[in-house]
């Protein structure tokens, strides 16, 4: 990767230390009263009113940290930009998705036979039959739409199709995995490329602090990689990787589990990595070794940060950053804080951030 002679990436064109939470959904259901059913998803008028209501909640308890701008606004957002959650495209695939009040959808993995994806039949499917209608219908009402929807990247999908099934293929039948995963790269290019080209981002769904940024982060969700080698990624989703980098950017890949570090120097062979969402346990300072140009985004622990006090949480946050070394290639962010999570814990995050701006 070329060395930057800037503090920061010019394509991304963010201020310094970028920060950003995320509620689960049953905060929300137990603070807000907000029902995470079908209806929030999928029904026009409900997805209008549940965005505004989530601008508003968090205006009340977090206005003076620069969360809730949008309050009184009715906004046709066409995924629910306030959670973290994967389960069109799965169910786009043919998996069945289960809706709960209080949790982001269940996907059932399908336990297919073979990994074998058509990359027509997706948008065939009912499931995508309804996200067109949520689509014209809030475009119709409002003449323009906003936001995007979570997608799930290659691993992802291809074990919510095939299953754990799919880690014996990757030994017994590398080359129809490589294949399948080609596949469902295409089905997630083209469903990417739909919504962004009505709204103008990809990837606030996968991680808010994406919105900071002055071009959209095309963001592959890479959850899976903690379940496989650095061997096995490089030989099935690095080609994927490498391919969207030279195509999409900025490109960043979001690695949610503990064990970034494990990955950086594949990571590093990539052509382009403008931003790596680090997982909670991740080794910053390694990372930045392996890739001292990409945006690092620093994911806090969720649970952990419910049993933290204020100045624990500071006191993290100063650490990370420091690891990172960088203050304009870093942001902070927690994701998914449940109900257990009190505003004092929240506001910590923003404190500390704010004073490490000075």
Known sequence: ??????????LLGNAMLPVEIVLH????HAHAGISFDEDFFYHPAKRVESE????????????????????ERNLPIIGAVHNAAGYLLSEMLGCEVRYRADAPPDVLPANREQLEV?????????????????????????????????????????????????????VDA???VGAAFRSIAAVIERFVACVESETGSSSISVN?????????????????????????????????????????RPFGI?????????????YAKLPHLDFLDVGWGGDVKRIREHLPDTFLNIRLDPVGITRQTPDEIRETIFRLVGQSANPWLTGVCCINMDNTASDAQVTAIFDAVAELRQ
Not at 1 to 10: D, K, L, R
Request: glycine share 8%; charged share 30%.
């Open 25 to 28: 959904p049953s905060w929300w």
């Open 208 to 248: 808010r602090n994406v919105r900071h940024f002055r071009r959209p982060v095309r963001l592959h969700s890479e959850c899976s990689n903690t379940m496989i080698s650095a061997d096995d990624y490089e030989r099935f989703v690095l080609p994927v990787d490498a391919a969207w980098s030279m195509r999409h």
């Open 174 to 176: 590398p080359e129809r």
């Open 254 to 266: 979001h690695h949610c589990g503990k064990d970034p570090h494990r990955f950086a120097a594949s």
């Open 1 to 10: 990767m070329t060395a930057s002679h800037t503090p920061g990436n010019g």
């Open 52 to 71: 505004r209501r989530m601008e508003a909640v968090l205006y009340e308890r977090f206005g003076r940290h620069g969360l809730g701008a949008d309050r």
């Open 118 to 170: 058509d990359s027509e039949a997706p948008f065939r499917s009912a499931a995508f039959k309804r996200f067109e209608r949520l689509r014209d219908a809030l475009k119709a009402r409002h003449g323009y739409l906003l936001g995007d929807i979570g997608w799930a990247g290659v691993l992802n999908l291809g074990l919510d199709v095939r299953g754990q099934e799919l880690f014996l293929d990757m």
